[in-house]
T-cell receptor
């Protein structure tokens, strides 16, 4: 069965620091990959997605992620974080050919930015 | 992306009663919606896939007789928590599937906070 791992449960950074949040998945076939963000008190929003093509995808608010198939990873990056990036970040995967097409979420990483 | 609403945003009910949560796709006809449960400081757990005009597909471990899902139209899916107990207290979130059969995105509603006393 497909699964998603986010190794960082809580990351604390200062403003302007660079960010990288890890995401690994377990599935040997074709996948779609997503990063979602949940700001305090708000609903989940799609940050970026990878379906096919260029493995480096750019999303909203200056975020990007790189799909490395050999490492089963889809890490999220941002060169310079802002206080407004404080939120919960979820990596998600949709694996094709599995029992049903559904998106499975990782456990989430809480990002706290110090002003 | 699709705009999704949920009603109510929060509800408090007594143990043993039933409560219905509505999920509406406001600008998109959704043949498939998903229901998730989110525990505090935890990830989203997929409960079931709601298909318009047919029975929902439940994930392993989710009681279909307790969590009744009805997707009667392309814009509305409902989740009814029957005979609610305090352990059912949680944040319930629905999403709308938009895109192709293989590659698709999900757009989420704002969630419903259920508290069972």
């Amino acid at each position: 069965a497909q699964s998603v791992s986010q190794h960082n449960h809580h990351v604390i950074l200062s403003e302007a620091a660079s960010l990288e949040l890890g995401c690994n998945y377990s599935y040997g076939g074709t996948v779609n990959l997503f990063w979602y963000v949940q700001y305090p008190g708000q609903h989940l929003q799609l940050l970026l997605k990878y379906f096919s093509g260029d493995p480096l995808v750019k999303g909203i608010k200056g975020f990007e992620a790189e799909f490395i198939k050999s490492k089963f990873s889809f890490n999220l990056r941002k060169p310079s974080v802002q206080w407004s990036d404080t939120a919960e970040y979820f990596c998600a995967v949709n694996a094709f050919g599995s029992s049903a097409s559904k998106i499975i979420f990782g456990s989430g990483t809480r990002l706290s930015i110090r002003p | 992306g699709a705009v999704v609403s949920q009603h109510p945003s929060r509800v408090i009910c007594k143990s043993g009663t039933s409560v219905k949560i509505e999920c509406r796709s406001l600008d998109f006809q959704a043949t498939t919606m998903f229901w998730y449960r989110q525990f505090p400081k935890k990830s989203l757990m997929l409960m079931a896939t709601s298909n318009e005009g047919s029975k929902a597909t439940y994930e392993q471990g989710v009681e279909k007789d307790k969590f009744l899902i009805n997707h009667a139209s392309l814009t509305l899916s409902t989740l009814t928590v029957t005979s609610a107990h305090p352990e059912d207290s949680s944040f319930y979130i629905c999403s709308v599937r938009q895109g192709g059969v293989i590659s698709y995105e999900q757009y989420f509603g704002p969630g419903t906070r259920l508290t069972v006393t």
